[in-house]
T-cell receptor, first 114, second 110 residues
Framework: DAGVTQSPTHLIKTRGQQVTLRCSPK?????VSWYQQALGQGPQFIFQ???????QRGNFPDRFSGHQFPNYSSELNVNALLLGDSALYLC?????????????FGPGTRLTVL | DAKTTQPNSMESNEEEPVHLPCNHS???????IHWYRQLPSQGPEYVIH???SNVNNRMASLAIAEDRKSSTLILHRATLRDAAVYYC???????????FGGGTRVLVKP
């Protein structure tokens, strides 16, 4: 089992550009959540996808959008990049289980906006 | 979301126990207490979770106060690999969004 995988590992963009980050969940998982982690801070929840729909959303502008595919993989898109979007973007997968609620995180994509 | 309060940092010697406190005085009856840790240059990883009773697994133990307003994560014998930021998180049963605070940075000295 490869666990949660994310691509690319690192990415450098300039202000105003658009970026797409990709995530493949752990085998058997049906829910994908995305988090943003600025340097020195804890991860902040962006949104969660289940059954190809956005189910929960954190306090992020609509420049941040996502998609989940039938195979449960997911993409995070960020438009009109700002310098403040520079961060580690983490993907986490889980099962819609009311009890365990355990999320498995990928290694993240490090985005640098210049 | 109910908030948690943790110390910013703690130090421990290798092979000694580490007790990490977490206060969550506004916890609701349906909130689960989760602990995750983040090793350097890695994504967070699940450590343990509980609702009312104390819990043990291969990584750690979770002691939950009777009134559920606080909990303690116990690493029984710290190793250098346990050096990480430990996050105490409350989650609702119906959804699994994780709200991370600042966590406790644990330093393990050889």
């Amino acid at each position: 089992d490869a666990g949660v995988t994310q691509s690319p590992t690192h990415l450098i963009k300039t202000r105003g550009q658009q970026v797409t980050l990709r995530c493949s969940p752990k085998s058997g998982h049906d829910t994908v959540s995305w988090y943003q982690q600025a340097l020195g801070q804890g991860p902040q929840f962006i949104f969660q996808y289940y059954e190809e729909e956005e189910r929960q959303r954190g306090n992020f502008p609509d420049r941040f959008s996502g998609h989940q595919f039938p195979n449960y993989s997911s993409e995070l898109n960020v438009n009109a990049l700002l310098l403040g979007d520079s961060a580690l973007y983490l993907c986490a997968s889980s099962l819609r289980d009311r009890v365990r609620n355990e999320q498995f995180f990928g290694p993240g994509t490090r985005l640098t906006v210049l | 979301d109910a908030k948690t309060t943790q110390p910013n940092s703690m130090e421990s010697n290798e092979e000694e126990p580490v007790h990490l406190p977490c206060n969550h005085s506004t916890i609701s009856g349906t909130d689960y207490i989760h602990w995750y840790r983040q090793l350097p240059s890695q994504g967070p990883e699940y450590v343990i979770h509980g609702l009312t009773s104390n819990v043990n697994n291969r990584m750690a133990s979770l002691a939950i106060a009777e009134d559920r307003k606080s909990s303690t994560l116990i690493l029984h014998r710290a190793t250098l690999r346990d050096a990480a930021v430990y996050y105490c998180i409350l989650t609702r049963a119906a959804g699994n969004k994780l709200t991370f605070g600042g966590g406790t940075r644990v330093l393990v000295k050889p």
